[in-house]
């Protein structure tokens, strides 16, 4: 069982920088592929980014660029580093952990699917002003 917490939401202008992060219970985080997804009411659940046990990382097209997921496995935590925040990055961003990602997938659209994850934070609301 893992449990995720997530932090570091919060409400910035266009163009500021954030930095989320997840905590994660358990003594086997560092096996697990951690991806950060974000939602908007009423729409599916995004993949922001994933990162495997080896450190392979995947991103959205969106986010390339701009967005840096890592991981600190002596910290049990996984971040998302957000730079150059726009208003359409404004969600309800989760973090997530997967047993299965890493071993069967080598593309976005395989990290991308919510039903490899068995674990979710709460997650934390971002909201960016124009």
């Known amino acids: 069982q893992v449990q995720l917490v997530e932090s570091g939401g919060g409400l910035v202008q266009a163009g500021d920088s954030l930095r989320l992060s997840c905590a994660a219970s358990g003594r086997t985080f560092s096996s697990y592929t951690m991806g950060w997804f974000r939602q908007a009411p009423g729409k599916e659940r995004e993949l922001v980014a994933a990162i495997t046990s080896g450190g392979s990382t995947n991103y959205a097209d969106s986010v390339k660029g701009r967005f840096t997921i890592s991981r600190d496995n002596a910290k049990n935590t996984v971040y998302l580093q957000m730079n150059g925040l726009k208003p359409e990055d404004t969600f309800v961003y989760y973090c997530?952990?997967?047993?299965?990602?890493?071993?069967?997938?080598?593309?976005?659209?395989?990290?991308?699917?919510?039903?490899?994850?068995?674990?979710w934070g709460q997650g934390t609301q971002v909201t960016v002003s124009s």
């Open positions: 997530a952990a997967s047993r299965t990602a890493g071993l069967v997938c080598s593309d976005y659209g395989c990290y991308s699917a919510p039903g490899r994850y068995s674990y």
